[in-house]
């Protein structure tokens, strides 16, 4: 894992944040889902309890993308 996968998880995240504070639901579940498929710098948990993200926990697709998180 080098710098370039560290900057590509963070600026992933930071994309569905701005979706979803945009109200963008789609785009924001679609990003979260593509940055979960591979090394994220933060757990499901920590997802759960974004300010930002937590906006979409009312769709049942938010859930399905966090538990089906590999794990590092």
């Given at each position: 894992?080098?710098?370039?996968?560290?900057?590509a998880?963070?600026i992933?995240?930071?994309?569905?944040?701005?979706y979803?504070?945009?109200?963008?639901?789609?785009?924001?579940?679609?990003t979260?889902?593509?940055?979960?498929?591979?090394?994220s710098?933060?757990?499901?948990?920590?997802?759960?309890?974004?300010?930002?993200l937590?906006?979409?926990?009312t769709?049942p697709?938010?859930?399905?993308?966090?538990?089906?998180a590999?794990?590092?």
């Amino acid at each position: 894992m080098g710098r370039d996968d560290v900057a590509a998880s963070v600026i992933k995240f930071e994309v569905a944040r701005g979706y979803a504070v945009l109200g963008r639901r789609e785009e924001a579940l679609k990003t979260m889902r593509e940055s979960l498929q591979g090394w994220s710098f933060m757990s499901p948990n920590e997802l759960r309890a974004d300010p930002f993200l937590s906006r979409l926990k009312t769709d049942p697709r938010f859930e399905e993308i966090l538990t089906a998180a590999r794990p590092l």
